[in-house]
C-alpha cells in the first residue's frame, strides 16, 4: 500500500476509517462502522491502494472497489457480496472462504489469488484473468465467465451449473464463439503444452543420441576383429 492513494476517487473519509482499522489490526472497527450505516450503505473505495494488507473477515459487501489494488491482500472469509470491483487487481490475494455473490469483476486481475471454497454465486467474472488461480471448492453457480483467461486454474470441486464462454481463436476469424467450460478449454491448453514438452524431450532425446552415434564411429575398435 502506498499512501498516497493517488488513484483514489471515493469517498476519504471511508478510506481513513478502513485504514485505521487495519493500522490497529482491528477489522472489527470497520465493521462496526459498517453495520451502523445500514444495510443499503455503500463504501466508496474506487482507486483506493489496499494492496499487501491483512483484512481477513472485513465487511465489503456492496463496496465500490472499482479499480482499487487489492493485489496481494488478506481478505480470507470477507464479505465481498454484491461489490462492484471492475478492473480491481486481486492478483496473489488470498479470499479463501469468501462470500462474493453477485459480485461484479468484470475485467478484473485475479491471477494466482486463493479462491478456495468461495461463494461466487451469480458473480460476474466476464474478461476476468483467472491464470493459475485457485478455486478449489467454489460455488460459481450462475456466474458469468464469458472471456475469462482460466490457464492453469485450479478448479478441484469447484461446484458450476451453467455453461460459459471464453476466448478463442475464433473471435479474431469472425466464426461464431463456441461455448466452452473454462475448464475444458484449460484441459485442452495443458494437453497441448504436455504433448509439446514431450515432442521436445523426444527431439532432444534423438539429437544426443545421433551425438553418440557420431562419436562412437569415429573411435577405433578395441579389438581387432578375428578372421
Known amino acids: 500500500m502506498t499512501e498516497e492513494n493517488t488513484n483514489f476517487r471515493g469517498n476519504p473519509h471511508h478510506l481513513t476509517i478502513l485504514i485505521e482499522a487495519v493500522r490497529k489490526g482491528d477489522?472489527?472497527?470497520?465493521?462496526?462502522?459498517?453495520?451502523?450505516?445500514?444495510?443499503?450503505?455503500?463504501?466508496r473505495l474506487a482507486g483506493s491502494d489496499l494492496s499487501g494488507l491483512s483484512m481477513p473477515?472485513?465487511?465489503?459487501?456492496?463496496?465500490?472497489?472499482?479499480?482499487?489494488?487489492?493485489?496481494?491482500?488478506?481478505?480470507?472469509?470477507?464479505?465481498?457480496?454484491?461489490?462492484?470491483?471492475r478492473g480491481c487487481n486481486l492478483s496473489g490475494?488470498?479470499?479463501?472462504?469468501?462470500?462474493?455473490?453477485?459480485?461484479?469483476?468484470?475485467?478484473?486481475?485475479?491471477?494466482?489469488a486463493n479462491l478456495s471454497n468461495v461463494r461466487a454465486r451469480g458473480a460476474l467474472l466476464t474478461g476476468t484473468n483467472l491464470s493459475e488461480a485457485i478455486m478449489d471448492g467454489a460455488d460459481l453457480t450462475n456466474a458469468s465467465m464469458k472471456g475469462a483467461a482460466v490457464t492453469g486454474l485450479s478448479r478441484s470441486g469447484t461446484r458450476?451449473?451453467?455453461?460459459?464462454?471464453?476466448?478463442?481463436?475464433?473471435?479474431k476469424s469472425g466464426e461464431p464463439l463456441r461455448e466452452y467450460k473454462p475448464w475444458v478449454k484449460a484441459l485442452k491448453e495443458?494437453?497441448?503444452?504436455?504433448?509439446?514438452?514431450?515432442?521436445?524431450?523426444?527431439q532432444k532425446a534423438e539429437e544426443a543420441k545421433a551425438r553418440l552415434d557420431r562419436k562412437l564411429g569415429r573411435q577405433k575398435p578395441l579389438f581387432n576383429r578375428v578372421k
Not at 93 to 112: I, P, Q, V, W, Y
Not at 190 to 202: D, F, G, S, V, W
Open 27 to 43: 477489522i472489527s472497527l470497520w465493521n462496526s462502522f459498517i453495520r451502523k450505516n445500514g444495510s443499503s450503505f455503500r463504501a
Open 57 to 85: 473477515e472485513i465487511r465489503l459487501d456492496r463496496a465500490d472497489l472499482t479499480d482499487a489494488n487489492l493485489s496481494g491482500t488478506t481478505l480470507t472469509r470477507a464479505n465481498l457480496s454484491n461489490a462492484r470491483l
Open 93 to 112: 490475494a488470498d479470499l479463501s472462504g469468501s462470500r462474493m455473490n453477485h459480485s461484479d469483476f468484470t475485467n478484473a486481475d485475479l491471477r494466482k
Open 160 to 171: 458450476m451449473k451453467v455453461r460459459v464462454k471464453v476466448k478463442s481463436n475464433s473471435e
Open 190 to 202: 495443458e494437453t497441448e503444452r504436455k504433448e509439446l514438452r514431450k515432442n521436445m524431450e523426444e
